[in-house]
């Protein structure tokens, strides 16, 4: 029998809050909160608005901090005339060492498709960032009994034509549209049905590479769901978004068999 070591990922999406000062007093707040052990079982990244990653970068650098720098986008060319865009190779410059690609809030907002998710996964694994590959369905999707469906159609086309001896390096997030920042979780048992068919997907694909996936959980992740969440085989950590603005929170995530 293969046995999978996937080290749990913990993931701060602080989304478009903070100034570059907050930033660093945040991470610095979190560093104290952790004690060392605590980042033997857990990978802990933060994902910071672009115009923190240098400053929180630095304190990273500066105090030998084990968490990771995590960018919330990118942007798939190398360089050029993008006005407004970030590339992954000046991310993998700044030491970020993975990208979210496809949240949500970028699909709805701004008009993301898979197409677009999938240029970004790829160039980000050539820049040598890996990417957080987010997912979910809407719940009008969820209500109509569409989420598997919804799902193959996102993980398909978000993953095409990368090749399998990449994809054990990717993460994952599984985040239900209709659970993002209302406060309202998955149900552990439903969140953990829903992560196994997306491994499965996975593994129809490219095998055994999907052992290695890390496939996080996301949408309203705190304090007091994060252990029932993390008990679940299939569930490799959390991408949290209103909960890890606050160190003392984002801790109690982190150390969530505690
Ligand atoms: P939330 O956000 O934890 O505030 O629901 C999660 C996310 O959007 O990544």
Same mark, same amino acid.
């Given at each position: 029998?293969?046995?999978?070591?996937?080290?749990?990922?913990?993931?701060?999406?602080?989304?478009?809050?903070?100034?570059?000062?907050?930033?660093?007093?945040?991470?610095?707040?979190?560093?104290?909160?952790?004690?060392?052990?605590?980042?033997?079982?857990?990978?802990?990244?933060?994902?910071?608005?672009?115009?923190?990653?240098?400053?929180?970068?630095?304190?990273?650098?500066?105090?030998?901090?084990?968490?990771?720098?995590?960018?919330?986008?990118?942007?798939?060319?190398?360089?050029?005339?993008?006005?407004?865009?970030?590339?992954?190779?000046?991310?993998?410059?700044?030491?970020?060492?993975?990208?979210?690609?496809?949240?949500?809030?970028?699909?709805?907002?701004?008009?993301?498709?898979?197409?677009?998710?999938?240029?970004?996964?790829?160039?980000?694994?050539?820049?040598?960032?890996?990417?957080?590959?987010?997912?979910?369905?809407?719940?009008?999707?969820?209500?109509?009994?569409?989420?598997?469906?919804?799902?193959?159609?996102?993980?398909?086309?978000?993953? $095409?034509? #990368?090749?399998?001896?990449?994809? /054990? *390096?990717?993460?994952? +997030?599984?985040?239900? !549209?209709?659970?993002?920042?209302? @406060?309202?979780?998955?149900?552990?048992?439903?969140?953990?049905?829903?992560? $196994?068919? #997306?491994?499965?997907?996975?593994? /129809? *694909?490219?095998?055994? +590479?999907?052992?290695? !996936?890390?496939?996080?959980?996301? @949408?309203?992740?705190?304090?007091?769901?994060?252990?029932?969440?993390?008990?679940?085989?299939?569930?490799?950590?959390?991408?949290?978004?209103?909960?890890?603005?606050?160190?003392?929170?984002?801790?109690?995530?982190?150390?969530?068999?505690?």
């Amino acid at each position: 029998m293969v046995v999978m070591n996937r080290k749990p990922l913990m993931v701060g999406n602080w989304k478009m809050h903070g100034s570059h000062l907050e930033a660093i007093q945040r991470v610095q707040k979190l560093s104290y909160r952790l004690d060392p052990s605590d980042y033997d079982r857990v990978e802990v990244g933060v994902a910071p608005p672009f115009t923190s990653l240098r400053s929180v970068q630095t304190v990273v650098q500066m105090d030998d901090l084990r968490i990771r720098i995590v960018a919330q986008n990118l942007h798939w060319a190398e360089q050029g005339a993008y006005t407004g865009e970030v590339s992954a190779t000046m991310l993998a410059k700044l030491s970020v060492s993975y990208a979210i690609v496809g949240h949500s809030e970028r699909r709805q907002y701004f008009g993301e498709d898979d197409r677009a998710v999938n240029r970004k996964a790829k160039a980000a694994l050539a820049a040598g960032v890996i990417p957080i590959v987010a997912v979910g369905e809407t719940l009008e999707q969820r209500e109509a009994g569409e989420t598997l469906q919804v799902l193959r159609k996102q993980v398909g086309g978000s993953l $095409a034509r #990368i090749p399998s001896e990449q994809v /054990d *390096r990717l993460v994952i +997030a599984y985040e239900p !549209v209709w659970a993002i920042g209302t @406060g309202r979780h998955a149900n552990p048992a439903d969140a953990q049905d829903t992560i $196994a068919g #997306i491994r499965a997907q996975v593994r /129809d *694909r490219h095998g055994a +590479a999907a052992d290695g !996936v890390r496939i996080l959980y996301g @949408g309203s992740m705190n304090p007091g769901n994060v252990a029932a969440l993390m008990a679940k085989r299939d569930i490799d950590g959390g991408l949290v978004g209103g909960s890890s603005l606050d160190p003392d929170t984002f801790a109690a995530c982190i150390r969530y068999w505690r």
